[in-house]
């Protein structure tokens, strides 16, 4: 079946180390990949984009790889703050208008 | 900046009544989804509207749950009867006609609803 797996337990990271986060999936073969940060109780919002004919994508102090070979993508926060700590979820567009969301994983900086 | 308006923030109803929320995407844009997300769970797409059309329903419960965009800008999702498995939280998002694959979704604050 198809799926998308995101780490399940939370990351616990210190301040200003790097956060590194995985999402792999199978049975997919898609066009691109999205990344969304969510806080408690909000909707998701953007962060990044990366198409199956890149290999990164950066945007400050965010990083993501997209491997179609292993089905993986990382997502990297660099020099991490307490700001940053919120669920952080992959979606992957699966053709036909469709784009599929993993579970999520958490992500607590400490300061 | 321009935000996609959703109400109520919050709704609690008792089982095997009706509930609807409402959902006003950015201006101008022609994809409008409603996704439901259970706690601890990604967003699940419900419905996804181009226009006023239709074009994923699949994950909708059709015997309870029903969408409509009528003039292709605002759109009502609803619940009857709700049962105690619909608490969620309810999210619409809207996303620009650009042609081009891979456009982000701007999402809302979303409905929490909870049923009794």
């Known amino acids: 079946s198809q799926k998308i797996e995101q780490n399940s337990e939370a990351l616990n990271i210190q301040e200003g180390k790097t956060a590194t986060l995985t999402c792999n999936y199978t049975?997919?073969?898609?066009?691109?990949l999205q990344w969304y940060r969510q806080d408690p109780g909000r909707g998701p919002v953007f962060l990044l984009l990366?198409?199956?004919?890149?290999k990164e994508k950066r945007k400050e102090r965010l990083k993501v790889t997209f491997d179609t070979t292993l089905k993986q993508s990382l997502f990297h926060i660099t020099a991490s703050q307490p700001a940053d700590s919120a669920t952080y979820l992959c979606?992957?567009?699966?053709?036909?208008?469709?784009?599929?969301f993993g579970a999520g994983t958490r992500l607590f900086v400490k300061a | 900046e321009a935000e996609v308006a959703q109400s109520p923030r919050y709704k609690i109803t008792e089982k095997s009544q009706a509930v609807a929320f409402w959902c006003d995407p950015i201006?101008?844009?022609?994809?409008l989804y409603w996704y439901r997300q259970i706690l601890g769970q990604g967003p699940e797409l419900l419905v996804q509207?181009?226009?006023?059309?239709?074009?994923?329903d699949s994950q909708l419960p059709k015997d309870r749950f029903s969408a409509e965009r009528l003039k292709g800008v605002d759109s009502t999702l609803k619940i009857q009867p709700a049962e105690l498995g619909d608490s969620a939280m309810y999210l619409c998002?809207?996303?620009?006609?650009?042609?081009?694959?891979?456009?982000?979704?701007?999402f809302g604050q979303g409905t929490r609803l909870t049923v009794v």
């Open positions: 990366i198409r199956e004919n890149e």
């Open positions: 509207f181009q226009d006023e059309s239709v074009v994923d």
């Open positions: 049975n997919y073969s898609p066009a691109y």
């Open positions: 998002a809207s996303s620009p006609n650009t042609g081009a694959r891979g456009t982000e979704a701007f």
């Open positions: 979606a992957l567009y699966t053709g036909g208008f469709k784009t599929i």
């Open positions: 201006s101008g844009h022609a994809t």
